[in-house]
């Protein structure tokens, strides 16, 4: 069955440390998305790719740092100087002609 | 970035019972999009509208595109324990520009 898969589920890194989270599709969709997701807010958007080598800063992309170098993966990396980590990220990938996206099951990751 | 206006924020409801909920924006959207997420997972696409004034249902849910542009609601008729979860509306403008709601949280009450 197609879908998208994000790993780890749960992630625990220390303050400071750089941490990438994976999202795969075999959807054989275009664009992939990145949003983060916190208690009571909508779902806010990191960065998001078109297409192979190509991608683009969303709303909240400081902190963050994204590559695509194969249309399968679109890795997030966490970076040090992201303020505030801790929360629930969500991959997203949309068809060339779907309006609706389909998400990952997430992973949630805490900075202690 | 543009927010959406969802409400309520939180519902309890007894099981049985009809529910209603909405998004509203200061900005048109081309297309409007209801999600329903349950605990640790991701957002699941319930039902999409894509023309104004547009009433669409699946099952129990039916939800409108709003004739200004600018909001839309779902209903839930006859609630199951089951349709507990958040649900998020979305609008969105073009392919890569989807804003969303803070989410309505149901609970459901046997």
């Known amino acids: 069955d197609g879908g998208i898969t994000q790993s780890p589920k749960y992630l625990f890194r220390k303050e400071g440390q750089n941490v990438t989270l994976s999202c795969e599709q075999n959807l054989n969709h275009d664009a992939m998305y990145w949003y983060r997701q916190d208690p009571g807010q909508g779902l806010r958007l990191i960065y998001y790719s078109q297409i192979v080598n190509d991608f683009q800063k969303g709303d909240i992309a400081e902190g963050y740092s994204v590559s695509r170098e194969k249309k399968e993966s679109f890795p997030l990396t966490v970076t040090s100087a992201q303020k505030n980590p801790t929360a629930f990220y969500l991959c997203?990938?949309?068809?060339?002609?779907?309006?609706?996206?389909?998400f990952g099951s997430g992973t949630r990751l805490t900075v202690v | 970035g543009q927010q959406l206006n969802q409400s309520p924020q939180s519902m309890f409801i007894q099981e049985g019972e009809d529910v209603s909920m909405n998004c509203t924006s200061s900005?048109?959207?081309?297309?409007w999009l209801w999600y329903k997420q349950e605990p640790g997972e991701g957002p699941v696409l319930l039902i999409a509208l894509y023309k104004a004034g547009e009433l669409t249902s699946n099952g129990r849910l039916t939800a409108q595109f709003g004739i200004t542009r600018k909001d839309s609601f779902l209903n839930i008729s006859a609630s199951i324990p089951s349709d507990v979860g958040i649900y998020f509306c979305?609008?969105?403008?073009?392919?890569?520009?989807?804003?969303f709601g803070a989410g309505t949280r149901l609970t459901v009450k046997p």
């Open positions: 979305a609008g969105q403008r073009n392919n890569n520009d989807m804003r």
């Open positions: 997203a990938s949309r068809g060339r002609l779907n309006y609706g996206y389909t």
């Open positions: 900005s048109i959207f081309n297309t």
